[in-house]
């Protein structure tokens, strides 16, 4: 699948002469074994379940809930890191100039 409408889309977009590489930057909201019980949920149900039921619903949510914490401060905290990443990746790129 292809997500669209990411950041390196838009360096494409942008440079087309240029290669663009990306990475993701995942950041931990619960522990790994909450995370895949809820994978492993959601692709029960959209494999066996009924999506549009309570229990979709239910699934979703913990879908949800374990990759993103909807809290401020858990949002300032990953943007924050974000932004520290981006820069100690810019710095290494004029390193390697």
Known sequence: MVVSGNVRMA????????????????VGTQAQALVRHALFADNWLYQRGQPNSAQGDVIRQQVRDAFFVDTPAWREGVFQRAMQLWQQAIDGLQAAA
């Open 11 to 26: 360096f494409e977009a942008l440079c087309p002469q240029a290669l663009a590489v990306a990475i993701a930057l995942e």
